[in-house]
């Protein structure tokens, strides 16, 4: 079933993006710098999912080879489970003045359930990638399919990340390696590095009058940062952000750390001691609170906030 303007959503990560049914949601995330595999499911089942990987400079390229393979390797599974596959290469479903000019290769499958699926190589970026969605057996998904597939963008345009998921939305210097996720229910949150000297730490809790019951911002943000207020002393400045109250934090690294560290660097020729700094508010339009959190140097410190203050809460 096609989907309208306004029961779609955008989903971004790192510098992919494509716009979904509104009722499909990520189950499996992979973020790795030279690959990445996204799966969206709906209620009831497996619904998209796309992989890419990078490609070595100056290599050839044959798509229908790599589609072969691709649905060489489901026959496989499909097989296994004695269930029949039929495939067919080169649908057309998609055309490249559709795709920005774009070489892609559409193919179609059905066993159990069926699938369209498109294969292209970006030459901008370098990516392989392989993306499909998939419906019940006898279910029109082919404009579906085209919809989504025309949405997507493989490389971003500027040396930013957009990050749109889970409840999150914001951005990263492409620099920046998603070093861990953490998503549960009503908690959500991503660290990103750049070297070990660089951290940004995005999170969002839901429930936020139920967290705020009884406690202040303030009391509720001292208890998050533990883990920081070991390492740095931190303070609290209340003011405004995207049309709320926030607390802006300010972080220099404790004295006795700083000391020994500082001696170190010195002999070492380091950069000098990481700061802190970032924002934490309640949005009371979507009953959410939001942490973003970045450490490092002073010199990268510029960059670094500027991915701050880019969270769209609402
Ligand atoms: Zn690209
Ligand atoms: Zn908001």
């Known amino acids: 079933m096609p989907f309208a303007q306004s029961e779609r959503k955008r989903i971004a990560w790192q510098d992919i993006s494509l716009f979904v049914p509104s009722e499909w949601h990520i189950v499996k995330l992979q973020v790795a710098r030279s690959e990445g595999y996204i799966r969206l499911d709906d209620d009831d089942m497996m619904r998209f999912e796309l992989k890419w990987a990078a490609t070595p400079p100056g290599q050839v390229l044959n798509l229908k080879e790599h589609a072969q393979a691709f649905l060489s390797r489901m026959a496989k599974e499909f097989k296994k489970g004695g269930k029949e596959f039929t495939h067919s290469i080169d649908t057309k479903l998609v055309g490249r003045h559709q795709v920005s000019g774009r070489d892609v290769l559409t193919f179609s499958w059905v066993s159990e359930c069926i699938g369209e699926g498109m294969l292209w190589w970006c030459g901008r970026c370098g990516k392989l990638v392989i993306a499909q969605v ?61 070297g070990d000297e660089e951290t940004l730490e995005v999170a969002r809790w839901s429930a936020a009058n139920l967290i705020l019951k009884g406690t202040t911002l303030e009391g509720w943000a001292a208890q998050v940062l533990k883990e920081h207020l070991r390492k740095f002393d931190i303070t609290y400045r209340r003011g405004k952000f995207n049309g709320h109250d926030c607390i802006e934090l300010g972080g220099k690294a404790k004295s006795p750390l700083k000391t020994l560290q500082l001696l170190i660097r010195q002999i070492t020729k380091r950069s000098p001691m990481p700061k802190l700094n970032g924002l934490m508010w309640e949005c009371d339009k979507t009953n959410r609170l939001i942490m973003m959190l970045a450490i490092a140097p002073p010199q990268a410190m510029e960059e670094l906030s500027a991915s701050v203050v880019s969270f769209r809460c609402h």
């Open 134 to 194: 998939i419906g019940s057996k006898g279910e029109p998904i082919k404009e579906l399919a085209k919809r989504v597939f025309v949405s997507i963008s493989d490389h971003s345009k500027d040396d930013w990340h957009e990050w749109e998921l889970f409840g999150l939305n914001f951005k990263t210097p492409a620099s920046m390696i998603l070093r861990e996720q953490r998503v549960e229910s009503g908690f959500v949150r991503f660290r990103f590095k750049r």
